[in-house]
């Protein structure tokens, strides 16, 4: 099929801004590797921009050009998400909305908190919980954009691993005591779900390297959500301030301290922000 380059007016298409793009990303900024993330009903457009800046040696070989699919996002009738008045949501809107029910839901679970540490939890929690809701799909297919399940501390959501996050840290405000002093402290594994989560911790580097691989954050959403629920498991079955002596005790804490840097260090990945108290 035939590529239209320059039109006879002498203007110019979409083809012809993304050879120059890949082009530029090459020559200027020197990519090693170049990924698409856009609607899989572009995928011929792309194949046909590729083909030629290949042709004209713009871009060699050795340099990946990847397209990363995405579905599309759908209201709850099924059908692509608009407006009321059926044209495009634009981002900015949407975004505004997130914050102003993130507002509604930390004042009514925080009623007497101040109003500048409510706007910045507002702020995460609502931010976060697009982003998340987008990045917890698996990219390539369809998805119902609902923001009742979106901004829900259930389920695998933003809000819900926000606040696993800061049920870690409150143990160490309970326990009064410096993280530095577990820098030392052994983890010792007696209980079935202090393996478990153990085990999970390690496979961390290697979810990581997945993700950056195939270009799936949802894999990394998976696994957060999974270490959460095994911490949730482990700190309702293993008394971790009440353990039989300090050694179990320091185990158990440092369990907990390198959860909560995995968490933090998963959402960082993501883009999410995390909190200390929410």
Known sequence: MGVIIQKKDGGYLYTTTDIACAKYRYET??????????????????????????????????????????GMMLGKDGKPFKTRAGGTVKLADLLDEALERARRLVAEKNP??????????????GIGAVKYADLSKNRT???????????????????????????????????????????????IIREDREAQLAARL???????????????PHVMCAYLYDLAGL???????????????????????????????TLKLGLDTLGIETVERM
């Open 112 to 125: 007497d908190m101040p109003a500048d540490e409510l706007e910045k939890l507002a702020n995460a929690v």
């Open 29 to 70: 900024l020197h990519a090693d590797r170049v990924l698409y993330y856009i609607d899989s009903r572009q995928h011929q457009h792309l194949m046909q921009a590729w083909a030629i800046v290949r042709k004209a040696g713009y871009v060699p070989e050795s340099v990946p050009l990847e397209h990363h699919m995405f």
């Open 202 to 216: 390690l496979q961390f580097e290697e979810t990581l390297t997945v993700v950056a691989r195939e270009g799936t």
């Open 141 to 187: 297919t369809d998805y119902i954009f609902d923001w009742d399940n979106m901004l829900a501390f259930e389920g695998n959501t933003a809000p819900y691993m926000q606040y696993a996050y800061t049920r870690v840290l409150s143990v160490f405000r309970k326990a009064e005591i410096n993280e530095e002093q577990l820098a030392a402290a052994p983890v």
């Open 231 to 261: 911490f949730s498991g482990f700190y309702e079955h293993c008394p971790i301030l009440s353990a039989e002596n300090e050694e179990v005790r320091n185990s158990r804490l440092k369990l907990a301290q390198l959860t909560a840097k």
